[in-house]
């Protein structure tokens, strides 16, 4: 390819039916555009994720089959749907059948103006297609917001389907491979979105188009496109990559894959023996079903937000990064990969290939996060930590992190020095909490200030204490 290349148009599935899509607009997300085309069942409320009625359905491949994903359509660029193959809510009926999950919502009057509704079918039918045991997931509905009928009715339809079995013709259609992602080179007025499926051919393209930025799941990205109005010239896709959706684990430790969505990670974590600890608290944390659909690792990570998810966690279990660029690889600790606000270490070139997360493991790992509601929001402040205690209940290590309370996600080794050696008991807890206060600088803003911050960061110490036993124990994902 030349850098002066022109490239338009891509095929992709939307019910069933191959459209090719050409000269679209450069900001025209998927959403946008299956309205435009009559499929108005999905509507746009938030335009960043956070309420669900711009729900669609896609296939996505899970341990080697196909499965239906639900996923928010107002963060996802058209062009970053090629290949795809979608769903609409329009076709769940089967002619003047409904659905199961339509069906019951209408029996529990679920729906009111209906205008959140056909989000909240999509994510019910996605659950109804990967439930296991017969039973479907409330926590799914996370990402579903309702403003006028209330949630009572709606979690009375979602706990009808525990019961239902359905034959519909679209989960048949799951036992086909899933659709493989092509590449892409596309151009739309000043912008362009490119989509290689090998390192070799991202190293090509980055040499053509030096200034371009990565994307993996775009949940950020393209909040800054929706809300704020920004736009990038060249955006470089690593979704196609399959070398940075590894996952694999050893007797030294786990590697997971840059790439993977959360959703996928939780799902392979659950395949494992013996999981990482933390995790099983930390995923329902993590923003919604729908974002972690699509956001991955690598992003949360990149993205260096002083409040990311994922940084406190993966700090306490001490992970490193691969990292790869044209030049060569390099493996770093976490804690030495962010800068400052918005800032890490990550030259030109460089993409993150994996995270690694060494054995052993901590004994006991917790992982709390305090927003103003308790799913699908940003963290005022956020806290994990990692102790292991001898038979007698002294400290032999224990590791700290937290976000929000500075301009990155940091450790406070002070106060980990502080206690190591010392009895796992309450007076020496509220000790360490006021060398907390020496050590921690938050800012004020409009999620809480200095003082409550702190305060914050005080109280999630001593409840770790609390829900800590005093001998270690072997800890459990799921």
């Given at each position: 390819?030349?850098?002066?290349?022109?490239?338009?148009?891509?095929?992709?599935?939307?019910?069933?039916?191959?459209?090719?899509?050409?000269?679209?607009?450069?900001?025209?997300?998927?959403?946008?555009?299956?309205?435009?085309?009559?499929?108005?069942?999905?509507?746009?409320?938030?335009?960043?994720?956070?309420?669900?009625?711009?729900?669609?359905?896609?296939?996505?491949?899970?341990?080697?089959?196909?499965?239906?994903?639900?996923?928010?359509?107002?963060?996802?660029?058209?062009?970053?749907?090629?290949?795809?193959?979608?769903?609409?809510?329009?076709?769940?009926?089967?002619?003047?059948?409904?659905?199961?999950?339509?069906?019951?919502?209408?029996?529990?009057?679920?729906?009111?103006?209906?205008?959140?509704?056909?989000?909240?079918?999509?994510?019910?039918?996605?659950?109804?297609?990967?439930?296991?045991?017969?039973?479907?997931?409330?926590?799914?509905?996370?990402?579903?917001?309702?403003?006028?009928?209330?949630?009572?009715?709606?979690?009375?339809?979602?706990?009808?389907?525990?019961?239902?079995?359905?034959?519909?013709?679209?989960?048949?259609?799951?036992?086909?491979?899933?659709?493989?992602?092509?590449?892409?080179?596309?151009?739309?007025?000043?912008?362009?979105?490119?989509?290689?499926?090998?390192?070799?051919?991202?190293?090509?393209?980055?040499?053509?188009?030096?200034?371009?930025?990565?994307?993996?799941?775009?949940?950020?990205?393209?909040?800054?496109?929706?809300?704020?109005?920004?736009?990038?010239?060249?955006?470089?896709?690593?979704?196609?990559?399959?070398?940075?959706?590894?996952?694999?684990?050893?007797?030294?430790?786990?590697?997971?894959?840059?790439?993977?969505?959360?959703?996928?990670?939780?799902?392979?974590?659950?395949?494992?023996?013996?999981?990482?600890?933390?995790?099983?608290?930390?995923?329902?944390?993590?923003?919604?079903?729908?974002?972690?659909?699509?956001?991955?690792?690598?992003?949360?990570?990149?993205?260096?937000?002083?409040?990311?998810?994922?940084?406190?966690?993966?700090?306490?279990?001490?992970?490193?990064?691969?990292?790869?660029?044209?030049?060569?690889?390099?493996?770093?600790?976490?804690?030495?990969?962010?800068?400052?606000?918005?800032?890490?270490?990550l030259q030109p070139g460089e993409v993150i290939v994996?995270?690694?997360?060494?054995?052993?493991?901590?004994?006991?790992?917790?992982?709390?996060?305090?927003?103003?509601?308790?799913?699908?929001?940003?963290?005022?402040?956020?806290?994990?930590?990692?102790?292991?205690?001898?038979?007698?209940?002294?400290?032999?290590?224990?590791?700290?992190?937290?976000?929000?309370?500075?301009?990155?996600?940091?450790?406070?080794?002070?106060?980990?020095?502080?206690?190591?050696?010392?009895?796992?008991?309450?007076?020496?807890?509220?000790?360490?909490?006021?060398?907390?206060?020496?050590?921690?600088?938050?800012?004020?803003?409009?999620?809480?200030?200095?003082?409550?911050?702190?305060?914050?960061?005080?109280?999630?110490?001593?409840?770790?204490?609390?829900?800590t036993p005093i001998l270690p124990h072997k800890t459990?994902?799921?």
């Amino acid at each position: 390819m030349k850098r002066n290349e022109k490239r338009t148009g891509f095929p992709l599935t939307i019910n069933g039916i191959t459209h090719f899509v050409e000269k679209v607009e450069p900001g025209q997300t998927l959403l946008d555009y299956v309205r435009s085309i009559g499929l108005t069942g999905a509507k746009e409320g938030c335009k960043e994720g956070e309420c669900g009625a711009c729900a669609l359905l896609w296939v996505e491949e899970k341990e080697g089959k196909s499965c239906l994903r639900a996923i928010n359509s107002c963060l996802i660029p058209i062009v970053a749907a090629a290949h795809r193959e979608i769903y609409t809510v329009e076709v769940l009926a089967e002619g003047d059948r409904l659905c199961d999950a339509q069906r019951v919502m209408v029996e529990e009057g679920g729906s009111q103006c209906g205008y959140c509704t056909p989000g909240f079918v999509v994510t019910l039918f996605a659950e109804q297609s990967d439930r296991k045991e017969g039973k479907v997931d409330l926590g799914s509905l996370s990402g579903n917001l309702c403003r006028c009928t209330g949630y009572r009715p709606i979690k009375d339809a979602a706990l009808r389907l525990h019961s239902l079995k359905s034959d519909h013709p679209l989960f048949k259609r799951l036992s086909n491979p899933p659709p493989r992602l092509e590449k892409v080179l596309f151009e739309s007025g000043p912008e362009r979105f490119l989509r290689p499926t090998t390192l070799d051919e991202l190293w090509e393209l980055f040499h053509l188009y030096p200034e371009a930025r990565w994307a993996a799941g775009m949940t950020d990205l393209s909040v800054e496109r929706n809300i704020l109005f920004r736009r990038f010239p060249c955006l470089i896709s690593l979704e196609g990559i399959t070398k940075l959706r590894i996952f694999s684990e050893s007797s030294r430790g786990i590697e997971i894959g840059a790439g993977l969505s959360l959703r996928e990670i939780e799902e392979r974590l659950r395949t494992i023996p013996n999981p990482p600890p933390g995790f099983a608290e930390w995923f329902p944390l993590f923003a919604s079903p729908l974002i972690r659909n699509r956001a991955t690792l690598g992003g949360n990570l990149a993205t260096a937000s002083p409040v990311g998810d994922s940084a406190p966690l993966l700090l306490v279990l001490q992970a490193r990064l691969l990292i790869l660029s044209p030049k060569g690889s390099r493996e770093i600790p976490l804690e030495k990969f962010f800068l400052g606000y918005r800032k890490t270490i990550l030259q030109p070139g460089e993409v993150i290939v994996s995270v690694w997360i060494p054995k052993p493991y901590p004994s006991i790992v917790r992982f709390y996060k305090v927003a103003k509601r308790q799913s699908d929001d940003i963290a005022t402040v956020s806290m994990a930590a990692a102790v292991d205690l001898d038979p007698d209940g002294f400290i032999q290590s224990i590791r700290l992190a937290f976000g929000g309370v500075a301009e990155k996600p940091i450790r406070v080794e002070p106060v980990e020095q502080e206690l190591i050696g010392k009895p796992w008991e309450l007076p020496v807890i509220r000790q360490a909490k006021l060398k907390l206060n020496d050590s921690l600088s938050p800012i004020d803003d409009h999620r809480g200030s200095r003082s409550y911050r702190v305060a914050l960061t005080q109280n999630l110490l001593e409840k770790f204490y609390w829900q800590t036993p005093i001998l270690p124990h072997k800890t459990s994902f799921g």
